[in-house]
């Protein structure tokens, strides 16, 4: 028996000793309730460990977590493994930890899928890594000046599907750049061709169109936690890129659209008026279409004219212009020489009254002035002219207004005043005085000869009246003895029916003799 029971225990010792791993010492800056004795070493909820110890570093700066691993753990522990404290909370867009509020707070662990150096002594994570899992994909580095709200987690669309998400980021030499980690997982990421252009989806953006306001926003995750989208050109033959290739990430759908056209034109006008209103990236148009986008305002001194100008550099992405391919052997300038000769010129215009920004649109003006199209280096000079759409309304009100300005109201306000003045001195004068006595004098003269006149006007009424009596029985008088039912009337109408018809009578007579002259002697004949 006591042999027995030596091996049993021999077996147990080896049986412990063969499935411990080796102790390791992860430091974080908080213990974050992890109790010794309890608090476990998860991978996967596979248990690879138990917390042996929590203490604090000697410098009193982070907190010392002693965990004896099991033997499974062993291989695993290398300098590219992650440690981290799994926790109840809110990490890139995501709620994590929800089983630690009844089983407590344990250590997760993340190996490394390459091969690196056994190591015993780790420093832990703050944060939990975005894949926490082996997740098949590719990472590639998205370059750009400004992370803006782009964070951990961020997610990565194609096509408004979430197909990915942000690692991380690196700053780049001297801080002049960041560097981000853009996770793109299989099989999406093999349509991330070398020619694919990436911008920043985070967001809303409001553009105001033809049809009203355009609203746009990728999602409501972009929204709150910013995002990237990608696209690529169709039916691209580009290679499919491999990991850790490079892209510039642009700020916009619209500077990625435009960074994709490989034939471009440097332009430059020159505006002698105000350019308030226009800045970097506003819109170049040609016949109410955008074609390019402004790259530099400035001011500068032009010897030619005496006088300072404002310089706008600008872009024409010429591949938005079907057709242009056809001509890309033509000398650089050929066309728009011919055009600048026929009056194409760049004019500042505001696209509506609602929107305070100014745009530049390209359009052939009537009339203008000659002009020729000049070069300084790859930089093409197009001359520019007066303001249109809204800004010539503008335009038109301000000089309108200036000519109100300089019409001399006080001048105008003394000449009336003299006039006034004359007036008075005229209508109070002693010309306008002796008109008014002598007009006096006359209507009492008037009215002294004209009041026994009108004294008598009563009687002369009277008369009148009589005088129109006596005239109406006389009418009437002449009506019954002459008029139409009087016996004269009648015996004159008998008369008047006589002779009607002996001249009818005579005529008759007349006609006969005409045609037969003997019927006065011999009588008429049989015809």
């Keep these: 028996m006591p042999l027995i029971t030596g091996l049993i225990a021999l077996w147990l010792a080896w049986d412990t000793y063969s499935k411990r791993g080796p102790t390791i010492t992860v430091s974080f800056d908080s213990a974050s309730g992890l109790t010794a004795g309890q608090s476990q070493l998860k991978f996967k909820d596979v248990t690879m460990g138990t917390v042996k110890s929590v203490t604090v570093s000697p410098d009193l700066s982070r907190v010392l977590v002693t965990i004896e691993t099991t033997h499974e753990a062993a291989p695993l522990l290398n300098d590219k493994t992650i440690f981290w404290i799994v926790k109840p909370q809110l990490f890139a867009g995501n709620i994590s930890g929800l089983d630690t509020l009844l089983s407590g707070s344990y250590v997760g662990m993340l ?24 997740v098949p994909g590719t990472t590639f580095i998205l370059e750009t000046r400004r992370l803006r709200s782009i964070s951990l987690g961020s997610p990565i669309f194609y096509r408004d599907i979430e197909v990915g998400t942000v690692l991380g980021w ?5 801080a002049r750049s960041v560097a981000i980690h853009a996770f793109v997982r299989a099989p ?13 989806a985070s967001g809303i953006s409001f553009k105001l169109a033809g049809t009203g306001l355009d609203v746009q926003v990728e999602s409501l995750k972009a929204l709150l936690m910013g995002g990237i989208a990608f696209e690529s050109k169709p039916g691209t033959s580009a290679p499919v890129s491999a990991a850790k290739h490079r ?5 916009t759908r619209d500077a990625a659209q435009a960074a994709g056209f490989a034939y471009h034109l440097q332009v430059m006008s020159n505006f002698k008026g105000s350019v308030a209103g226009l800045d970097i990236g506003a819109d170049v148009t040609l016949h ?10 400035g001011l500068k001194f032009d010897p030619t004219l005496s006088r300072i100008v404002a310089p706008v550099h600008y872009r024409i992405d010429a591949e938005r212009i079907a057709g242009i391919a056809a001509i890309k052997g033509m000398p650089p300038g050929t066309i728009a020489e011919q055009m600048v000769k026929r009056g194409f010129r760049a004019v500042l215009q505001a696209p509506s009254l609602i929107a305070p920004g100014k745009i530049i649109a390209l359009e052939f003006v009537p009339d203008a002035p000659p002009d020729e199209l000049r070069r300084d280096g790859d930089v093409f000079i197009v001359p520019s002219s007066e303001g249109g759409g809204f800004d010539s309304i503008t335009r038109s009100a301000n000089e309108l207004l200036s000519k109100i300005n300089r019409i001399d109201f006080d001048a105008i306000g003394t000449s009336v005043t003299g006039i006034a003045k004359g007036l008075d001195a005229k209508i109070n004068g002693p010309e306008i005085k002796s008109i008014l006595a002598d007009t006096q004098d006359t209507m009492r003269k008037i009215d002294a000869g004209v009041g026994p006149a009108m004294a008598k006007l009563p009687d002369i009424a009277n008369q009148l009246q ?8 006389l009418a009437a008088s002449i009506n019954a003895g002459y008029g139409g039912e009087s016996r004269l009337n009648r015996d004159i109408e008998n008369l008047v029916r006589q002779f009607t018809d002996t001249v009818r009578s005579v005529r008759a007579l007349s006609d006969l003799l005409t045609r037969d002259p003997q019927a006065l002697i011999k009588g008429r004949g049989k015809d």
Excluded: C
């Excluded at 892209?247 to 700020?251: D, E, S």
């Excluded at 009589?466 to 029985?473: F, G, M």
């Design 288 to 297: 109410g279409l955008k074609i390019g986008e402004v790259t530099d305002v």
């Design 247 to 251: 892209f510039p990430l642009y700020a």
């Design 111 to 134: 190996p490394a899928t390459e091969r690196g150096k056994p190591q015993r002594e780790f420093v832990g994570k703050r944060d939990p890594p975005i894949l926490t899992t082996e």
């Design 466 to 473: 009589a005088a129109l009596i006596q005239v109406n029985r």
């Design 188 to 200: 999406f990421d093999k349509y991330v061709h070398d020619d694919s252009t990436f911008w920043n």
């Design 170 to 174: 690196d700053l780049g030499d001297m």
